[in-house]
């Protein structure tokens, strides 16, 4: 197997783990948090309020996001106009690892080189 299939095959991996997580996350929610999602179907928001409410959910969201916001650096040198900077910031800010994914697979996609590192370290778009 090369090393853009195997990127290729990781990134498409996280977008099914990140897709099943999600989904679990929203239509079973935990059995301490059951009543406020009672009559409520596919309450996001009210789950990032909980995990927000516990010590660790809160420290896990901050370093989800300063992850995000690296990897949004890295997108940001990466793309060369304002609009793609900003189009892929609130895609990062939204989505999380279902947007580093989609980039990743975008890369992998606009490359003619089986070269790892020359797809993701260097300043070509993604799209």
Known sequence: MTSRRALALYFVLVLAAMTWVSWQACVNPSTSTLPAYTGKALNVLGGYVTVCAEPWGLAT???????FLAFWLYVAWRERTVTARLGWFVALMLLGNFAIAAYALLCLRASTSADPAAIFFTRQPAA
């Open 61 to 67: 969201m901050f370093d989800a996001y300063f992850g």
